[in-house]
């Protein structure tokens, strides 16, 4: 019955198949994670212009309290994620690196942490201009990842008049299971938050494109929008980066986003299930964005699975919370085929950490595996889903001819998806050359 | 236990799939094993002895190389074990071993050191070797011996052991005297001079002459399934050389069937079999995107084809592919794949 669908089934072409580790978290619920005695919570969680702090050193917060303001149309404001006391506002390492500013805040120990702030609202009789003011004040930017100021998207959106809401439930990554956990226990926020996201952007359809391999999640989701015809639910073949929103637009509506373009450029917006769920769940009650659900996984950890975890909750805290195997680990914010291996464990959970993996490093592959020359395979070019030809831009990359990389072979069009590293068999870093070459041609640019 | 664990930074992708240069050219080799104990089994114990005097001289030119330019030691990725195995497989089992030997230095050092070693070769250096071989002993590399000849495995063949700067037994001996005792012509060389076309079925196992490890393209087409089958290889290269010179063959064959042999024949004799499956598909000197591949494959069909029937020489593999292999850097420029999103733009006006 469903197998003449299988065969059909859609996707887009090249791509990789990564073993997926998702069963480590995949049956575990969402579980409350334990509050960190000290948060450390990044004035910018999102894209665009930090928050503007608005408590000073000394003064008491209560959990949903804004505590930052946004600044600017492209910026969101920061809530308390705990009931406490603010210690200190200073600059702390992030992920990525670069040291930006962030609220430190000792959390009350014997406080019950209810959600003490919030400024109910009925959605159904605000304006447009309305509805997106309420999405930019509870704090809200994409889940999946790139952290993009959530009602400003669907304000372009609305601007430019897309039809269809493309709602990314193809988690593609491999270990991460938050999303489809998602699906299957708060599927009513998810919906709420779908019919929010149509209401603020002006599209009259909205597609879920889920990844075949959560059969459970397209059951119940296709159970409860039976009646719903405003909502489809569509089968996506698993494969990496299914995930990216110009590969998952392209597969569900058969366009190609221009290079250089915008998915509004062919009619649509993207956005991800942990996203509208959030939307769903905090809107009605005007309540901040203070947490989310993390997959916290690897075999470096003991108890691996999907926590609902405060935002500013340190890594260090959380490994000393699901306890680690191994001396030596890589720990990775996000999935790891785009994630950010951190270099201090004093980084702390925010709006965009989908996911964190822990894997141990034994003492004998610590080293990287010997790389060869490029043997001129084809298996890069044959996995880049952007259908580039990485051995080419890794040879001109070495030679340091970077504009010819972008001029001739289509750098830009790279999202850095690691594809073609995922399976050179000369083991060439060619996703870290392209990123340098990225990077240094963006320099110049400027 | 205290504390928390040290942490290795790296950048992404923190996985990497299971395979490895050394990897893919170890299950090469795999492949080519059970062709070489065939080749043996056919044609005993000269061989033996011309597989691994080949395969010597190559592994003792390349680490020699490797010293002389303090290069790091590249016998463990074990491309000149493959550059060995075939070039010994396309000579004729009784070539005498110092010319082998020699063949194995040119091979490595004008097929693959000069252009700067693994992953830079422009030709594939197992033909190389064998190009030399022929233009350098056109006598002894044509000189062939029967398969499953008694007493192969108690005795060399005469030539085997022919003195360095000497000429072969065989051949040197007057003519009209040992020569038809002991060297036998392939069936391709039958066909074209001769118009005698050997049984399909004989073709097909092997059980004919020809040179080492070309004969059984059965063997040759199991092992490649192997290879193709665990992505070690590009299927796609012997399927369009294959294809095509079936196809094309069968045009002539249409057209004058007393002239030109059938398509089948065309398939499995000489070294056709050998070269789409191992040489053609040799991936530093084949293009890398997936429709320069399918043209790359066509070409060298439609040339082996062509070369065989209106040349001078009765096979035309190895010439075709060093043509493919030279052709293949352009075909690999004129096909890049269209970006995504690279939608064609109308001009400014
Ligand atoms: S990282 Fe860039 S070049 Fe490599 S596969 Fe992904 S999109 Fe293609
Ligand atoms: S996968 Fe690696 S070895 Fe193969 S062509 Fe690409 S860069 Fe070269």
Same mark, same amino acid.
């Given at each position: ?5 299988? @065969? ?49 050193? !000394? ?283 951190? #270099? ?22 610590? #080293? ?22 990485? #051995? ?22 790279? @999202? ?31 | ?55 010597? &001289? ?24 493959? +550059? ?15 010319? !082998?030997? +020699? ?7 004008? !097929? ?13 250096? /197992? ?21 499953? &000849? ?8 005469? #030539?085997?052991? +022919? ?6 037994? &065989?051949?040197?001996? &007057? ?13 391709? +060389? ?61 045009? @002539? ?14 398939? @499995? ?15 530093? /000197? ?39 292999? /030279? ?13 995504? !999103? ?8």
């Amino acid at each position: 019955m469903a197998f003449p669908e299988a @065969f059909t089934r859609r996707t887009f072409g090249h791509g990789v198949h990564a073993p997926e580790h998702k069963d480590l978290t995949r049956e575990r619920p969402i579980r409350r994670f334990a509050f960190a005695p000290r948060l450390t919570v990044p004035l910018s969680q999102h894209i665009g212009k930090p928050a503007v702090p608005c408590v000073r050193p !000394g003064q008491e917060v209560g959990r949903g309290e804004p505590i930052a303001l946004a600044d600017g149309f492209l910026s969101v404001p920061i809530h308390a994620p705990v009931t406490g006391v603010v210690e200190a506002i200073r600059l702390m390492p992030s992920a990525r690196g670069p040291k930006t500013g962030a609220i430190v805040i000792k959390t009350y120990a014997a406080d019950d942490q209810q959600v003490l702030y919030g400024a109910p609202r009925t959605i159904e009789n605000l304006a447009p201009a309305e509805l997106i003011q309420a999405i930019q004040d509870i704090g809200l930017a994409g889940q999946g990842g790139a952290a993009f100021p959530t009602h400003a998207k669907l304000a372009a959106a609305r601007e430019h008049h897309v039809e269809t809401l493309i709602v990314n439930g193809c988690e593609c990554e491999p270990y991460q299971t938050t999303d489809h956990r998602l699906m299957l226990e708060w599927v009513d926020d998810l919906i709420a938050g779908i019919h929010f996201a149509l209401a603020a952007s002006g599209a009259r359809r909205a597609i879920i494109g889920v990844e075949d391999n959560k059969p459970d999640a397209i059951d119940v989701l296709r159970r409860r929008l039976a009646a719903d015809a405003s909502i489809a639910v569509t089968a996506v073949r698993t494969k990496y980066p299914q995930g990216s929103a110009e590969l998952l637009i392209k597969v569900l509506l058969k366009r190609e986003v221009p290079a250089g373009g915008r998915s509004y450029d062919v009619g649509a917006v993207v956005q991800n299930i942990a996203t509208l769920v959030m939307l769903g769940r905090l809107l009605p009650p005007g309540q901040g964005l203070i947490e989310r659900v993390v997959t916290i996984t690897g075999e470096g950890v003991k108890q691996p699975g999907n926590y609902l975890v405060p935002f500013g909750t340190p890594l260090g805290f959380v490994l000393e919370q699901v306890g680690f195997v191994g001396d030596m680990s890589r720990v990775i914010l996000g999935g790891p085929m785009m994630g950010t291996a951190v #270099s201090s464990l004093d980084v702390p959970v925010t709006k965009a950490t989908t996911a964190i993996v822990v894997l141990p490093v034994q003492p004998a592959t610590a #080293s990287a595996p010997r790389m060869y020359p490029c043997i001129r395979c084809g298996r890069c070019v044959a996995a880049c889903p952007m259908h580039l030809n990485p #051995s080419q831009l890794g040879l001109l990359a070495a030679k340091r001819e970077y504009r010819a990389m972008q001029e001739r072979f289509h750098l830009d069009a790279c @999202f850095e998806c690691g594809s073609c590293t995922y399976v050179c068999p000369a083991h060439i870093p060619l996703v870290q050359y392209l990123r340098i070459a990225k990077a240094l041609n963006r320099e110049q640019a400027a | 236990m205290a504390g928390p664990p040290r942490i290795e930074i790296r950048s992404s992708p923190h996985l990497h799939e299971a395979v490895s240069v050394d990897m893919i050219m170890r299950h090469v080799v795999y492949a080519l094993l059970p062709i070489c104990v065939f080749a043996v089994y056919l044609f005993g114990l000269s061989a033996a002895a011309l597989i691994v005097t080949v395969l010597g &001289a190559c592994l003792l030119t390349e680490h020699l190389f490797n010293r002389f330019a303090q290069k790091p030691n590249s016998l463990g990725d074990f491309s000149a074990v493959i +550059t060995g195995l075939l070039l010994a497989l396309t000579l004729p089992p009784g070539f005498p071993l110092w010319m !082998g030997a +020699t063949a194995g230095v040119i091979a490595i050092a004008l !097929g693959k050191v000069v252009f700067g070693g693994l992953g830079q070769n422009v030709f594939n250096p /197992a033909l190389v070797g064998r190009a030399f071989a022929q233009a350098a002993f056109p006598v002894a590399i044509t000189s062939w011996s029967p398969a499953l &000849a008694p007493g192969r495995f108690d005795t060399l063949l005469p #030539s085997t052991l +022919t003195p360095p700067f000497m000429l072969p037994a &065989a051949a040197s001996a &007057a003519p009209g005297t040992v020569v038809d005792a002991v060297s036998s012509a392939t069936p391709l +060389t039958l066909q074209k001079f001769d118009h005698v076309t050997t049984n399909t079925v004989d073709l097909f196992t092997g059980m004919t002459g020809g040179s080492t490890g070309e004969t059984a393209a059965l063997l040759i087409l199991l092992c490649g399934a192997y290879l193709a089958l665990r992505r070690m290889l590009d299927w796609r290269i012997p399927a369009g050389m294959l294809g095509s010179a079936a196809a094309l063959a069968g045009v @002539f064959h249409l057209a004058d069937p007393a002239k030109y042999p059938d398509p089948l024949f065309t398939l @499995f004799s000489g070294g056709l079999m050998l070269g789409a499956v191992f040489m053609a598909t040799d991936v530093v /000197a084949s293009p890398l995107t997936p429709r320069g591949v399918w043209i790359y494959g066509i070409l060298i069909g439609v040339l082996t084809v062509l070369i065989r029937l209106f040349g001078g020489l009765p096979e035309g593999v190895m010439y075709a592919i060093l043509i493919g292999n /030279a052709a293949s850097p352009l075909i690999a420029v004129l096909t890049q794949p269209r970006a995504f !999103g690279e939608v064609k733009r109308r001009k400014p006006t």
